[in-house]
């Protein structure tokens, strides 16, 4: 049973490092369109964003509406990048704990 519990962590411990990179990504992409840095009307673009937009939309949304106004700036992504890098590895060593 030792060994599933190494391995479910390390798949938890890349699954959270996949989702922090993919939401780095985002905001990223978030705040090279607000700058008009980079078009929305091309078509890479276009598809890259709203992939990313129907993915982590659905997560930042509640954190959102948990947070006050803070005039424009928009920290729900940064909560969850920064709940994702420094959560993970307790979950992950709770789960290796158990076994």
Known sequence: MGNFAYLLADLI????????????????FSLLISFNVINTYN???????????KLFEPILSPIRNALPDLGGIDFSPIIVFFALRYLTPFVAE??????
């Not at 078509?43 to 937009?53: P, R």
């Not at 709770?94 to 076994?99: D, G, K, M, S, T």
Request: positive net charge; hydrophobic residues 65%.
């Open 43 to 53: 078509q890479f673009v276009s598809i890259v964003y709203g992939a990313l937009y």
């Open 13 to 28: 411990m890349g699954l959270s490092s996949l989702i922090s990179f993919l939401l780095f990504v985002y905001i990223i």
């Open 94 to 99: 709770a789960i290796i704990r158990l076994a």
